[in-house]
Each structure stands twice: as structure tokens, then as C-alpha cells.
């Protein structure tokens, strides 16, 4: 039975937004189960939220009606974010640019805590991507664009953030926040940030914040093979890459958007 209180609104509308952020996370559909086995939410009370949800287009189902995704609705809360972002204008021509001058994947993220949330991606032209990263969220530790980000908050603010063993993705992620540390400092000495294999291997970025803000939300990342992430190409990439920041973000500092 749903203890005293499970149904009041402001409990019913967290474990709405949890059950919206569950299956979000998910690459596949969930079973009712499998979405309690994540919520830990009474049955009851979870199935009453999820039939009302897909009512409401929020949430779908597969053919049998037995699995659990997002729906079309939720696509138009995520749509609304991003037009009515300014900064994203100025981010768009941005990320052109730098895709033009260096061939590469340009990536445009925001921390969100202790991740970091794309809101914008150039692919390369010979990229054998089919899916866009926009609207993903991923650990901040593991990629450049975090580890960015990260940089720009003190070290106790770091430590407040993120737990002391970090989630790991491949055999090159950090999992120690105190190496994770020692390579923050090395971020805030050179200004930017680089990361190899970390999150994807055979994949290796180059990011720096667009500072805009203090401290920095947002930044742009560099995806490029990790066997060309060397000598003359790293130093190339870097060069453009925080050149195009520093002047994105004059820009959004002139034009007032805070």
C-alpha cells in the first residue's frame, strides 16, 4: 500500500518528472518492473502516473503495450528550452565555423550539476552518425566539455559535486575524483581541456568554456580520432577552438545575455 502522503501533489509531480527522467536515460522502452526496479516507487501508485502520462502523450508504449518510452509530448518541452535560449543563435554560427575550419564534430553543452547537457552538435561531414547527441546528458568527468566546466568551479565546489569513485565508460575514464583533480588543475593552467578514449573509445575531445558567465555554463567541445589528437593537429584544434569561444563569448557579453 502507498504510504500517507505518496499521492499529495508536490509528491505525485517529483515522481512524474523521476519517471519522465528514468525512461529518458533508457536506450531502450522499460517494462512497468523494470521502471519500479529504477523509481523504487509503489506499483500502484507508479502505474496510475504512467497511464496517466500516456494519456497525455507524454509517455508511449510499445505494440503489446508492455514497455514504457518517452512520447512525442515530452518533445515539446525540450524544442521550447532551445528556441527560446539566446545564446543559442550565437552558438549556431559558432559551431559552423569551427566544423568549416577544422572538419571535426563541434559540440555545444551546459552543466547541469554534475553533468553536462548538449544543446547543440555540428557533425563532421564524413560522420557515420545517424543519431544527434542534442538533449543528452552525460557524466561531467568523462568528457572534455565537463571537465571544462568543472575547471572553473573551485575545488571544493568540485568535491561538493561529485562522488569520490566516478562512473566509468571505458578503461581510459577517470574514476578517482583525485586524479580527477590533479587534471582540473591541468585544465585551468592551459585553458582548456582534453580528454582521450574517455568516454568513447577511439574517440578524443578538445573543449573550453565560453565564459559568458561566471562561473562558466557553457562550453564548445572538439570531437576528432584519437590517433590525429597529436602534435601540429591538437595544436591546431586548441588554437581555433579557443579563439572561436573567447570571441562567442564577447559576443554574448555584448549583447547583454546573462
Not at 71 to 78: D, I, M, R, V
Not at 93 to 107: K, M, P, Q, V
Not at 191 to 197: G, Q, S, T, V
Request: glycine share 6%.
Amino acid at each position: 500500500m502507498p504510504e500517507a502522503g505518496d499521492l499529495s501533489p508536490v509528491k505525485s509531480a517529483e515522481r512524474t518528472v523521476k519517471i519522465l527522467e528514468t525512461l529518458a536515460a533508457s536506450p531502450t522502452r522499460l517494462t512497468l518492473s523494470q521502471l519500479q526496479e529504477r523509481t523504487g516507487y509503489p506499483r500502484s501508485s507508479l502505474h496510475a502516473l504512467v497511464r496517466t502520462l500516456r494519456e497525455l502523450k507524454w509517455v508511449e508504449t510499445d505494440d503489446g503495450g508492455s514497455a514504457f518510452g518517452v512520447g512525442p509530448h515530452a518533445l515539446l518541452s525540450g524544442t521550447a528550452y532551445l528556441d527560446r535560449d539566446p545564446a543559442l543563435m550565437y552558438a549556431y554560427e559558432a559551431l559552423e565555423d569551427l566544423r568549416a575550419e577544422l572538419g571535426y564534430t563541434i559540440h555545444y553543452a551546459r552543466r547541469d550539476d554534475a553533468h553536462v547537457l548538449y544543446l547543440a552538435s555540428r557533425e563532421s561531414r564524413d560522420s557515420v552518425h545517424v543519431v544527434s547527441r542534442v538533449g543528452r546528458r552525460l557524466p561531467a568527468h568523462l568528457t572534455a566539455l565537463g571537465q571544462a566546466l568543472l575547471a572553473d568551479l573551485t575545488t571544493d565546489e568540485v568535491k561538493a559535486l561529485l562522488p569520490s569513485t566516478l562512473e566509468r565508460y571505458t578503461p581510459h575514464t577517470i574514476t578517482d575524483l583525485d586524479a580527477l583533480l590533479t587534471e582540473l588543475d591541468e585544465v585551468r593552467r592551459r585553458r582548456w581541456a582534453f580528454e582521450r578514449e574517455q568516454g568513447t573509445e577511439g574517440v578524443a575531445c578538445v573543449a573550453a568554456t565560453v565564459d559568458y558567465r561566471i562561473p562558466a555554463t557553457d562550453a564548445i567541445s572538439c570531437s576528432m580520432p584519437a590517433r590525429l589528437a597529436k602534435g601540429a593537429e591538437l595544436k591546431r584544434v586548441t588554437a581555433a577552438l579557443t579563439a572561436r569561444t573567447q570571441a562567442l563569448a564577447a559576443t554574448l557579453r555584448r549583447e547583454g545575455i546573462r
